[in-house]
């Protein structure tokens, strides 16, 4: 299995509140995404990145912003949790951003914004 | 923009029986990649089968198997001497070939379920 770590796995949080999701990966790929997943609408990106502080918008960035200060990381922050952010969220690495590289998920991370 | 559209919402099938899921997709380009990702109840993304769109023969991977269409924009996902295994969520998805970005689009998936 990849190296991909998410974490929390679970998280209850406020409307208003600052929420912050990490993704951690132990293989080195250059590409980091976030995905979330609702019911009817499978993943949608968020945002990803393609190296170390170097990121960009994906189909759902509103609200959301990400940041990668090394390698292995990738973290995604809600700045102010509203209840439409009920989701899971998906990190996902892929060694490049050539089509066909296969994309490795972690876990998921499941919020809930109360 | 691409698309990624998946017709049928769920599917149940008999255990040991065939089953075949629907994907159909809209895209201008010519070269691109689709696949299938299972997704287990653990929620766990796996992926299934992958297919160059450049290539002609339908990718196998044991008992899954695709029926790729490129004029018609079709990709389905046969499943062989179904298994209880195989309950989960499946999802198609796209890649462009050649991309900087190297996301994948996504459909809202497909719920099978294996009755024993």
């Known amino acids: 299995d990849a190296g991909i770590t998410q974490s929390p796995r679970h998280k209850v949080t406020e409307t208003g509140t600052p929420v912050t999701l990490r993704c951690h990966q132990t293989?080195?790929?250059?590409?980091m995404y976030w995905y979330r997943q609702d019911p009817g609408h499978g993943l949608r990106l968020i945002h990803y990145?393609?190296?170390?502080?170097?990121?960009d918008k994906g189909e759902v960035s509103d609200g959301y912003s990400v940041s990668r200060s090394k390698t292995e990381d990738f973290l995604l922050t809600l700045e102010s949790a509203t209840s439409s952010q009920t989701s899971v969220y998906f990190c996902?690495?892929?060694?490049?951003?050539?089509?066909?590289?296969?994309?490795?998920f972690g876990q998921g991370t499941r919020l809930t914004v109360v | 923009a691409q698309t990624v559209t998946q017709s049928q919402p769920e599917m149940s099938v008999q255990e040991a029986e065939t089953v075949t899921l629907s994907c159909t997709y809209d895209?201008?380009?010519?070269?691109?990649?689709l696949f299938w990702y299972k997704q287990p109840p653990s929620r766990q993304m796996i992926l299934v089968i992958r297919?160059?769109?450049?290539?002609?023969q339908n990718a196998t991977e044991n008992r899954f198997s695709v029926n790729f269409q490129k004029a018609a924009k079709s990709f389905s996902l046969k499943i062989s001497d179904s298994q209880l295994g195989d309950t989960a969520m499946y999802f198609c998805?796209?890649?462009?070939?050649?991309?900087?970005?190297?996301?994948?689009?996504f459909g809202k998936g497909t719920k099978l379920s294996v009755k024993p």
């Open positions: 297919q160059e769109a450049y290539k002609q």
């Open positions: 895209t201008s380009e010519s070269n691109y990649y």
């Open positions: 293989e080195n790929h250059r590409y």
């Open positions: 990145s393609y190296g170390v502080k170097d990121t």
């Open positions: 996902a690495i892929s060694e490049s951003g050539q089509g066909g590289t296969e994309a490795f």
């Open positions: 998805a796209f890649m462009n070939y050649g991309g900087s970005q190297g996301n994948l689009i």
